[in-house]
């Protein structure tokens, strides 16, 4: 793995994902690497966020994805993460990207 960015080995399945869905993926919080995308509602009301965690040295990832809500004290309400190799990753990100869809409606977008 590339200790600057160890997402990198993971890119060439998260970048055409991204491309299929016209998302902009996140790289960078804080100056570390990440790899994140916000889904928001046109209201403004209703946010997702998915993420994954790093790989470890197999390769295997822990995707992440869950519906924000400001109001509560851990400021996420569903939340679902299932932790998979390179070979599942972009079934898992079509499936967690639908979640996300679901929660924030048909009109929301990404960020």
Not at 28 to 39: A, E, G, L, M, T
Not at 61 to 85: N, Y
Not at 90 to 100: S, W
Request: glycine letters at 8%; aromatic letters at 10%; one cysteine or more.
């Amino acid at each position: 793995m590339n200790d600057s960015d160890p997402y990198e080995v993971l890119d060439d399945v998260i970048v055409p994902w991204a491309r299929r869905h016209g998302i902009r993926v996140g790289t960078i919080y804080q100056d570390c690497p990440v790899r994140s995308v916000w889904f928001f509602d046109k209201a403004g009301e209703r946010r997702a966020q998915l993420w994954l965690d790093v790989p470890d040295h197999d390769l295997r990832v822990t995707v992440h994805v869950a519906a924000l809500d400001a109001a509560s004290i851990t400021k996420w309400t569903a939340h679902h993460q299932r932790k998979v190799g390179r070979g599942k990753l972009g079934a898992v990100l079509d499936e967690f990207r639908q979640l996300a869809v679901d929660w924030i409606g048909l009109d929301g977008f990404t960020g």
